[in-house]
């Protein structure tokens, strides 16, 4: 474990090097034992990949103190189980009329349709972090042979539900922004609802799988093409 | 009642102090870009301290007022009239019903803060009022103002006039020092580079926002080429490949890969967001002690100055 200054409010705990469950699964245990080690002190918490960033009021308290309190509570945590957490499983409609890049994808992979939608949907992804805009979570990792680099020129309008994969991660976009990952279905499931409680149906430390439905499925569970 | 807005001038945004605890949603801060300004807005009108405000960037906001009350504009100098009279800044002003309030546009810094007795009546979501338009979160539809938007408000008949002394006021510059925490990958940045970085003068691009200020100067090298994605806290300065500093402000994203040399005092961000393209930046490191001491005395200055009273 390593500490360092983030800001004037602000620590970041490194639990580890490279994207693991083991190591997402001591940033999860860390982001707890912060939250009860620092109490009313405690301004927010960003769990990520390996590292969780502290932030606290620095009119109540100081770096000394919660540098502090964030070693010696690290110092007790138990080495997590990674199996912690829930499974939730997101519907995915796999077509080319929601997914631009699967046909391609597919055939720069030399694997059939079928096959990328196989590996995509046939293993079991972790939440390590969530960012760039709410609801949006970072799940890995993508199955090596359908590990594809983000497009050379990013669309101007993914749509919200679109499932897309960036290298070894996969993701679902939970409004519609701009973005460059290869876009392979959609998800009716809302990843991002302000109205609802939670808003999110996943939380960092989660796992997930993709279950493969049909069009007819699709728009039963409120999808739109 | 209401405060009826009549032009939404260039942006104009409803903000409280900003929205905290949600960043594992992936919700973002928002709130003032300078909240020293927005905290004497509040003072003046002597509202709780993270009442709702307008945040008016760059000017030409116009409303009228549907009852009688009192509203107070601080932060960047513009020009306020009120039925066409000028009017001061930093000072408890009397609106009547069918009043008009005038903004003109900013001549020195470029937010300024326009607050009502008691604080527009906004309500929060994800437990804040602030307006983060890229998240669509906040304000009244989880955008900037617009025209024919009312603004609700409570009818207040007497209130203390206070305003605050030239003087105390904050000056407005057309430069900015960053008193920098070093900190993240501070250490994957090579002494060279960090002198770079310190010694020379960095200029606002036109790429400048609510997210981020980009800089342009002398490129600052790493030693790493990205990172794992972590936790971005306010004022991080994030350097991406091009070696262009940007300093990470209210609206950004809560995790990025790029890596950062520390982060940037609160209190001198405000003095940033005050800046427009082509304004100069410098950077000096300062230990987090001093970055303690400086938040606690900007804070005390601002609960404990005199304020003064004009009769009536």
Same mark, same amino acid.
Request: hydrophobic letters at 40%; glycine letters at 12%.
């Given at each position: 474990?390593?500490?360092?200054?983030?800001?004037?409010?602000?620590?970041? !705990?490194?639990? &580890?090097?490279?994207?693991?469950?083991?190591?997402?699964?001591?940033?999860?245990?860390?982001?707890?034992?912060?939250?009860?080690? +620092?109490?009313?002190? +405690?301004?927010?918490?960003?769990?990520?990949?390996? =590292?969780? +960033?502290?932030?606290?009021?620095?009119?109540?308290?100081?770096? !000394? =103190?919660?540098?502090?309190?964030?070693?010696? *509570?690290?110092?007790?945590?138990?080495?997590?189980?990674?199996?912690?957490?829930?499974?939730?499983?997101?519907?995915?409609?796999?077509?080319?009329?929601?997914?631009?890049?699967?046909?391609?994808?597919?055939?720069?992979?030399?694997?059939?349709?079928?096959?990328?939608?196989?590996?995509? *949907?046939?293993?079991?992804?972790?939440?390590?972090?969530?960012?760039?805009?709410?609801?949006?979570?970072?799940?890995?990792?993508?199955?090596?042979?359908?590990?594809?680099?983000?497009?050379?020129?990013?669309?101007?309008?993914?749509?919200?539900?679109?499932?897309?994969?960036?290298?070894?991660?996969?993701?679902?976009?939970?409004?519609?922004?701009?973005?460059?990952?290869?876009?392979? &279905?959609?998800?009716?499931?809302?990843?991002?609802?302000?109205?609802?409680?939670?808003?999110?149906?996943?939380?960092? &430390?989660?796992?997930?799988?993709?279950?493969?439905?049909?069009?007819?499925?699709? !728009?039963?569970?409120?999808?739109?093409? | 009642?209401?405060?009826?807005?009549?032009?939404?001038?260039?942006?104009?945004?409803?903000?409280?102090?900003?929205?905290?605890?949600?960043?594992?949603?992936? $919700?973002?801060?928002?709130?003032?870009?300078?909240?020293?300004?927005?905290?004497?807005?509040?003072?003046?009108?002597?509202?709780?301290? #993270?009442?709702?405000?307008?945040?008016?960037? /760059?000017?030409?906001?116009? $409303?009228?007022?549907?009852?009688?009350?009192?509203?107070? $504009?601080? #932060?960047?100098?513009?020009?306020?009239?009120?039925? #066409?009279?000028?009017?001061? #800044?930093?000072?408890?002003?009397?609106?009547?019903?069918?009043?008009?309030?005038?903004?003109?546009?900013?001549?020195?810094?470029?937010?300024?803060?326009?607050?009502?007795?008691?604080?527009?009546?906004?309500?929060?979501? /994800?437990?804040?009022?602030?307006?983060? @338009?890229?998240?669509?979160?906040?304000?009244?539809?989880?955008?900037?103002?617009?025209?024919?938007?009312?603004?609700?408000?409570?009818?207040?008949?007497?209130?203390?006039?206070?305003?605050?002394?030239?003087?105390?006021?904050?000056?407005?510059?057309?430069?900015?020092? $960053?008193?920098?925490?070093?900190?993240?990958?501070?250490?994957? /940045?090579?002494?060279?580079?960090?002198?770079?970085?310190?010694?020379?003068?960095?200029?606002?691009?036109?790429?400048?926002?609510?997210?981020?200020?980009?800089?342009?100067?002398?490129?600052?090298?790493?030693?790493?080429?990205?990172?794992?994605?972590?936790?971005?806290?306010?004022?991080?300065?994030?350097?991406?490949?091009?070696?262009?500093?940007?300093?990470?402000?209210?609206?950004?994203?809560?995790?990025?890969?790029?890596?950062?040399?520390?982060? @940037?005092?609160?209190?001198?961000?405000?003095?940033?967001?005050?800046?427009?393209?082509? @304004?100069?930046?410098?950077?000096?490191?300062?230990?987090?002690?001093?970055?303690?001491?400086?938040?606690?005395?900007?804070?005390?200055?601002?609960? @404990?100055?005199?304020?003064?009273?004009?009769?009536?």
């Amino acid at each position: 474990m390593e500490l360092h200054v983030a800001g004037e409010n602000a620590l970041i !705990l490194y639990l &580890g090097k490279e994207t693991s469950p083991a190591v997402s699964a001591r940033v999860q245990a860390a982001a707890g034992a912060a939250e009860i080690a +620092l109490g009313e002190d +405690l301004i927010d918490l960003v769990p990520s990949y390996a =590292s969780l +960033l502290v932030i606290y009021d620095a009119l109540r308290t100081d770096h !000394l =103190s919660v540098g502090r309190r964030l070693r010696e *509570s690290m110092a007790t945590l138990d080495a997590p189980a990674t199996g912690e957490g829930r499974t939730v499983t997101l519907p995915v409609y796999y077509d080319p009329e929601v997914g631009a890049d699967l046909e391609p994808l597919a055939q720069s992979k030399g694997l059939s349709v079928d096959e990328v939608i196989a590996l995509h *949907s046939g293993c079991e992804y972790r939440v390590y972090a969530i960012g760039f805009a709410p609801g949006f979570a970072y799940l890995g990792e993508v199955d090596e042979r359908i590990a594809a680099p983000r497009l050379a020129t990013p669309r101007q309008r993914v749509p919200r539900g679109a499932v897309a994969i960036a290298d070894r991660q996969t993701a679902i976009y939970p409004a519609p922004s701009p973005g460059g990952w290869n876009l392979i &279905g959609r998800c009716p499931v809302r990843m991002f609802d302000p109205g609802a409680e939670p808003p999110m149906p996943v939380a960092v &430390g989660d796992r997930v799988r993709f279950e493969a439905i049909g069009r007819a499925r699709f !728009l039963a569970l409120g999808g739109e093409v | 009642m209401s405060l009826r807005v009549t032009q939404p001038g260039v942006l104009s945004l409803l903000q409280d102090r900003g929205r905290f605890g949600r960043h594992r949603l992936g $919700l973002t801060n928002g709130g003032p870009l300078d909240p020293t300004a927005f905290s004497w807005n509040n003072r003046l009108l002597q509202n709780p301290p #993270g009442a709702t405000c307008i945040e008016i960037s /760059f000017g030409g906001l116009q $409303l009228e007022a549907t009852a009688e009350t009192y509203i107070c $504009l601080t #932060g960047a100098r513009m020009s306020l009239t009120v039925n #066409g009279s000028e009017r001061p #800044g930093w000072e408890v002003l009397r609106v009547g019903e069918g009043d008009s309030i005038a903004l003109g546009f900013a001549e020195s810094g470029c937010r300024a803060y326009l607050g009502v007795a008691g604080g527009f009546d906004i309500a929060p979501s /994800f437990g804040s009022t602030a307006t983060v @338009a890229r998240e669509h979160v906040g304000g009244l539809r989880g955008e900037k103002l617009q025209a024919g938007d009312e603004l609700p408000c409570r009818p207040v008949t007497r209130h203390r006039r206070l305003y605050l002394p030239e003087p105390q006021r904050p000056r407005y510059h057309d430069s900015a020092t $960053l008193r920098v925490i070093p900190g993240y990958q501070e250490r994957h /940045f090579s002494r060279l580079q960090q002198r770079r970085l310190y010694s020379h003068t960095y200029r606002v691009s036109q790429q400048s926002d609510r997210m981020g200020y980009r800089l342009e100067g002398p490129a600052i090298e790493c030693g790493i080429e990205g990172i794992l994605s972590e936790g971005i806290c306010h004022g991080a300065i994030q350097v991406p490949p091009d070696g262009q500093p940007i300093v990470l402000l209210n609206d950004r994203q809560t995790i990025g890969g790029y890596p950062k040399i520390g982060s @940037a005092l609160s209190l001198d961000c405000a003095q940033l967001a005050q800046l427009g393209p082509g @304004a100069s930046v410098y950077f000096t490191p300062i230990s987090q002690h001093t970055a303690h001491n400086a938040l606690h005395l900007a804070a005390h200055y601002i609960d @404990a100055t005199n304020l003064a009273e004009r009769a009536g």
